[in-house]
Structures are given as C-alpha cells and as structure tokens.
C-alpha cells in the first residue's frame, strides 16, 4: 500500500467521523511483503479526543470490501447517523452503548442499551442509529462495502 493510498483512506475515515459528530485520530495497517495483514490492539492507542480508527483493509470510499477497527474512549459516542451500505459490527472489548432505529434520530444516551463484548449488529442500510462508549473505552470492528456514504441526521 502506498501512502497516498493510505492518506485517501484517513481521509475517507476522518469524512464520516466529522459527519457523525466526532473526531478521529486514525491510521492505516499496512500488508507485509507477502500481503498479509496483522493489527494488534496496541497499535490503537487512544487520540487525544479519545477516539481512534484503524483501517485493516480495504478503502471505504472505493468499491469491495473494507475492514476497520475503531475505538471509543470512555464518554465518547457518535451522533445520529444513518450508513447508505449495510455494515456489520462486531464489538471486540467492552460494553458498546447503541441506539438502533426508530427513535433513534434524537441524541440521548440514556437510552442506548448495552452490546457485550464479543456480540455482532447490523446496522442495515438506512437505519438510524449512534453509539459509543460510556464508562469505558471500547473497540468494535466494522465491515462493509464501499463506497459508502455516512449521513447525519439534525447536524
């Protein structure tokens, strides 16, 4: 992978955060010479704002599929939102706190119910939804197919 290519996926990634009412520190894993990639969880260490992404593979902003790591710092959610493209969700460590579907175009974290660690959600095409952390950091890892566009609902 190149840099540039590396830089059009931060790039990418940062858009749908700035859409969803956070902001990211993020980073790119790079394949080794024979094209396998390994991510480590050390190698998402928490931003200044308490957020951080990992792109594992793929460019969401491209066709095919994409793999990304993010992590939630404790108190940290995104706002409502909605995705163009089905993406899939599965919460690696800690609770994460969501919000899914009706009702869900208005911010309030109080009625986010908790998803354990190690459970999986389908955020379909067109649902609204927000989610994040509460009282601890949390890492989820998503999938989709890109390109896909992440719109806020009542910016």
């Not at 990418?12 to 080794?32: A, E, N, R, Y």
């Not at 951080?52 to 939630?72: A, E, H």
């Not at 969700?89 to 899914?100: A, E, F, M, Q, R």
């Amino acid at each position: 992978m190149t840099r540039s290519t590396a830089t059009k996926w931060i790039s990418c990634i940062l858009g749908m955060f700035l859409l969803t009412g956070l902001s990211v520190s993020g980073q790119s894993i790079k394949p080794d010479a024979s094209g396998f990639i390994t991510a480590e969880p050390e190698d998402m260490a928490l931003g200044e704002d308490g957020v951080n992404q990992v792109v594992i593979t793929g460019d969401p902003s491209k066709p095919g599929i994409y793999v990304l790591r993010v992590r939630f710092g404790p108190g940290r959610m995104s706002r409502p939102h909605f995705h163009d493209q089905d993406r899939f969700i599965t919460v690696v460590k800690g609770t994460w706190w969501v919000s899914l579907g009706p009702g869900s175009e208005v911010f309030d974290p109080d009625k986010t119910v908790p998803v354990k660690e190690g459970s999986f959600v389908k955020h379909p095409a067109g649902g609204h939804h927000y989610d994040g952390a509460k009282d601890e950091a949390v890492i989820v890892q998503i999938m989709g197919m890109g390109p896909v566009k992440t719109t806020r609902i009542n910016p």
